[in-house]
């Protein structure tokens, strides 16, 4: 990925739109590329709940797509400040309490929906982490509704409330702190 493209695509955007930058750093981490940003004022490059960082963040993806005109839209997360930082490490504790529910009741439990990215945080912290070995991730849903279902490996094993197949119904809570979730 031509990090350099990303770089001075970005400033130009930020210099537009006169949004403050006094510095980014991109890093590669596996498929992903963070676009880390510095800014004396990152509520605005931040916007409410996201809504502008994540604007710039598809325009930087369909830019980087075209221009090297590449097949798929490339993984870019844009962060300013560590917000999106604090959104992952929220959505991993959220799972990680979740799954202590599924061991202690031995049921399916239905995260609240979520966006792709974030899904994708929950499958691959459930999967890389050994303390959680004995639980699984699917998911579940369409468009808006899709979420992860967290399960335990064997549930043969576990006392559950559902026939093994049956369909679960959505789990939206107010209070499960997924509801501000911005990509």
Same mark, same amino acid.
């Given at each position: 990925? !031509?990090?350099?493209? #990303?770089?001075?695509?970005?400033? +130009?955007?930020?210099?537009?739109?006169?949004? %403050?930058?006094?510095?980014?750093?991109?890093? +590669?981490?596996?498929?992903?590329? *963070?676009?880390?940003?510095?800014? %004396?004022?990152?509520?605005?490059?931040? /916007?409410? @709940? /996201? +809504?502008?960082?994540?604007?710039?963040?598809?325009? #930087? =993806?369909?830019?980087?797509?075209? @221009?090297?005109?590449?097949?798929?839209?490339?993984? #870019?997360?844009?962060?300013?400040? /560590?917000?999106?930082?604090?959104?992952?490490? =929220? $959505?991993?504790?959220?799972?990680?309490? =979740?799954?202590?529910?599924?061991?202690?009741? &031995?049921?399916?439990?239905?995260?609240?929906?979520?966006?792709?990215?974030?899904?994708?945080? $929950? @499958?691959? @912290?459930?999967?890389?982490?050994?303390?959680?070995? !004995?639980?699984?991730?699917?998911?579940? &849903?369409e468009g808006d509704y899709r979420q992860i279902?967290?399960?335990? =490996?064997? +549930?043969?094993?576990? *006392?559950?409330?559902?026939? $093994? /197949?049956?369909?679960?119904?959505? $789990?939206?809570?107010?209070?499960?702190?997924?509801?501000?979730?911005?990509?």
């Amino acid at each position: 990925m !031509d990090t350099a493209l #990303i770089e001075s695509t970005l400033q +130009e955007l930020l210099t537009q739109l006169e949004l %403050p930058c006094n510095g980014i750093t991109i890093t +590669e981490e596996g498929d992903i590329v *963070r676009v880390d940003m510095d800014s %004396p004022q990152a509520n605005k490059i931040i /916007g409410w @709940h /996201g +809504e502008t960082l994540n604007s710039l963040q598809h325009l #930087i =993806k369909a830019i980087i797509r075209s @221009h090297e005109k590449l097949e798929r839209s490339p993984f #870019i997360v844009l962060d300013v400040d /560590g917000y999106r930082r604090v959104q992952e490490d =929220k $959505v991993r504790k959220i799972a990680e309490q =979740k799954a202590d529910f599924v061991r202690r009741t &031995g049921t399916r439990v239905a995260l609240a929906p979520m966006s792709p990215y974030f899904r994708r945080i $929950v @499958h691959l @912290h459930i999967a890389a982490t050994p303390s959680l070995a !004995d639980l699984t991730t699917e998911s579940t &849903g369409e468009g808006d509704y899709r979420q992860i279902v967290l399960r335990l =490996k064997d +549930e043969s094993a576990a *006392r559950t409330n559902t026939e $093994v /197949g049956e369909e679960l119904s959505p $789990v939206i809570e107010d209070e499960d702190g997924l509801e501000n979730l911005d990509i």
